[in-house]
C-alpha cells in the first residue's frame, strides 16, 4: 500500500525540482491531493487501486459540498498530475484519471476599472500617515506595471532601478521579465522610501508592514478593501483588478498586443487576447464612425 505522506512529498518535490512551479501553484496542488487522499482514506481505499468510478464518486462528492466548476477543473488537473508521477515512479500500473473528462469553463471576463475609476481610487488614498503612504505607491506601481499582487508584495530593492524606471521580475515558471514604469509610480515611491524606516526591515523587501515584516498578501488585499470601500465603487475590487485595468487601458490606447503580454508575463499570447475582448464600447463606436452603414 503507497504511504500516502510519502507520496505526496515526493510530488511536491517533483513538480518544484523537475518543473518549476510557482509556490502558489505547487500550494494549490498541494491542497487538491491532500482532499484526494482524505477522500480514499475516509472510503478505506489504497490510490493504486482507485478505478475510473471512484475518481468520479470523489468528483461528485466535491461538487455537492458546493466547489466551483472552475476550482473541479483545477482539481482534475492536480489529480492527472499525482496519477501521472506515481505512473512514471512505478509506483501504480493502471491511471484511473485518463479518461477524467475536464468540465467546461464558462469563459469570465476579468472586471475592470474605467480610468476615472482608477483615478478616483488613486486620489482617496491619503498621505496622512507612513501606511496610507505605503499603500498610494503600492496601488501606483500596480496600476503602472500590471505586477500579480505576489510579485508586488515580494518585490526586492535589488530588483528596482528608480532611476531608468524600471523592475526586474521574477513570474511564474521562474521567467524574468523587464517591466518599466512611469514618473508618477517613481515619486511616490520615492515618498514613501524617503519615510520608511530602514532599520525596520527584516530583508531586502521594498513594501513592509508597520512593524518591518514582510507584508502579506492578506494584508494588503484588506487595505485595499478598505480604500475602495471609502471611494464608494461599488464594483469587487482586487489587485487583479488593477492588473486587468492596467492591460485593458494600455491595449484601448493602441499598445501592442505583444508588449502587453511581455509586460504580463504571459506564456501564451492568447492568454493576453482576453483584454480585448473588453473594448467592446470602441469596437462599437468605430464600426458607427467608418462603416458606411453605421
Known amino acids: 500500500m503507497i504511504d500516502y505522506k510519502k507520496a505526496l512529498n515526493d510530488f511536491i518535490s517533483y513538480v518544484i525540482v523537475e518543473k518549476g512551479l510557482s509556490k502558489n501553484t505547487v500550494s494549490a ?16 481505499l489504497s490510490i493504486e487501486n482507485f478505478e475510473h468510478h471512484d475518481i468520479t464518486d470523489f468528483l461528485w462528492e466535491i461538487k455537492l459540498d458546493g466547489l466551483k466548476p472552475r476550482s473541479i477543473y483545477r482539481l482534475i488537473g492536480s ?12 509506483l501504480i500500473k493502471n491511471n484511473p484519471t485518463v479518461y477524467i473528462i475536464s468540465p467546461r469553463i464558462p469563459e469570465e471576463l476579468p472586471s475592470m476599472l474605467t480610468f476615472d475609476e482608477v483615478t478616483s481610487l488613486l486620489n482617496s488614498v491619503s498621505a496622512d ?9 503600492m496601488l501606483e506601481l500596480l496600476y503602472a506595471t500590471g505586477l500579480r499582487v505576489s ?3 515580494n518585490l526586492k ?10 523592475l526586474r521580475i521574477i513570474g511564474k ?33 521594498v513594501f513592509i508592514s508597520r512593524l518591518g515584516k514582510k507584508l502579506s498578501r492578506v494584508e494588503f488585499w484588506r487595505q485595499l478593501k478598505n480604500i475602495a470601500k471609502n471611494t464608494g465603487i461599488v464594483k469587487n475590487i482586487t489587485p ?4 486587468h485595468s492596467f492591460a ?22 492568447s492568454v493576453t487576447q482576453i483584454y480585448t475582448h473588453l473594448n467592446k464600447d470602441k469596437i462599437i463606436q468605430q464600426h458607427k464612425t467608418f462603416h458606411p452603414r453605421g
Open 240 to 243: 487583479h483588478t488593477l492588473r
Open 173 to 205: 515558471g521562474s521567467k524574468e521579465r523587464i517591466v518599466p514604469f512611469g514618473q508618477k509610480a517613481k515619486n511616490f515611491i520615492n515618498i514613501y522610501l524617503s519615510q520608511r524606516k530602514q532599520s525596520l526591515s527584516e530583508d531586502d523587501s
Open 129 to 137: 500617515s507612513a501606511i496610507s503612504i505605503r499603500n498610494r505607491a
Open 29 to 44: 496542488y498541494r491542497t487538491d491531493i491532500l482532499k484526494f487522499t482524505a477522500f480514499a482514506q475516509k472510503k478505506q
Open 248 to 269: 485593458t487601458h494600455l491595449l484601448t490606447g493602441g499598445a501592442d498586443i505583444r508588449f502587453v503580454q511581455e509586460m504580463l508575463g504571459h506564456s501564451s499570447i
Open 79 to 90: 489529480l492527472k498530475q499525482f496519477y501521472k508521477f506515481l505512473n512514471s515512479e512505478n
Open 157 to 166: 530593492f535589488s530588483n528596482v532601478n528608480l532611476q531608468d524606471c524600471f
Open 151 to 153: 510579485e508586488l508584495i
